[in-house]
């Protein structure tokens, strides 16, 4: 699977191109209420904040799932609505990159709350995630793009996306295979289950482009 769908394109930004910026406005937004709603609910302690962790998680999640559907979606069902996706599908990514930061803040507040610390697979793990993202969202423009080449751009971005699907799933499999989780299990079936979906997505859509190729050499 080739298809490269977070948080840029490689295709250069068409001039006069105006940039989404309601998109970043939305995730603050978003973001803001999260944190009003869990600190107004469950208190300014351990509790408000990690339901912020919790909701910022899924909330940058789905983010992530649209991004990562975007090439696929386009391809497989071509629509107005499929196409915009696709064409700012760098600001999406870019959008997500900031969502899952403030994930990242909340943890550390929670954690510094508790007096704890995470586990080192966690950090591990996690801390690559959050690597890659970064990279990720630093070269998502134009210069980078021409600086790296596009195969070294494309691969370090594929890399980076499988691997943040991975965490993902990890985590919401694993909390649905634990024997107490922290909810009620339908919620990590339904992300997870959103995860492989899409997944799905993207290897018919890989399939359908090898097989266009295919026939187009036997033409």
Do not use: C
Request: aromatic share 12%; glycine share 10%.
């Amino acid at each position: 699977m080739t298809d490269t769908t977070i948080p840029g394109t490689a295709a250069p930004r068409p001039a006069g191109k105006r940039i989404p910026w309601w998109l970043f406005a939305a995730v603050l937004g978003v973001a803001a209420a999260i944190a009003a709603g869990s600190l107004a609910f469950w208190g300014t302690g351990s509790e408000g904040l990690v339901h912020i962790t919790r909701y910022t998680a899924r909330f940058a999640f789905l983010i992530f799932i649209v991004v990562f559907a975007t090439g696929a979606l386009a391809q497989l069902f071509p629509s107005a609505t499929t196409r915009w996706l696709k064409r700012n599908r760098r600001y999406l990514g870019l959008s997500f990159a900031l969502a899952h930061f403030i994930h990242l803040g909340a943890l550390t507040s929670f954690f510094i709350a508790i007096g704890e610390a995470p586990d080192i697979v966690t950090i591990i793990g996690g801390g690559g995630a959050y690597v890659l993202i970064a990279a990720m969202a630093l070269t998502s423009n134009d210069w980078s793009v021409r600086t790296l080449g596009p195969k070294i751009w494309r691969r370090l971005h594929l890399v980076g996306i499988a691997y943040v699907w991975l965490i993902f799933m990890n985590s919401y499999i694993g909390r649905l295979t634990s024997e107490t989780p922290p909810e009620p299990k339908v919620i990590f079936a339904i992300t997870a289950g959103l995860g492989f979906l899409v997944l799905g997505l993207r290897v018919t859509a890989w399939i359908a482009r090898r097989r266009a190729r295919s026939q187009a050499v036997v033409r």
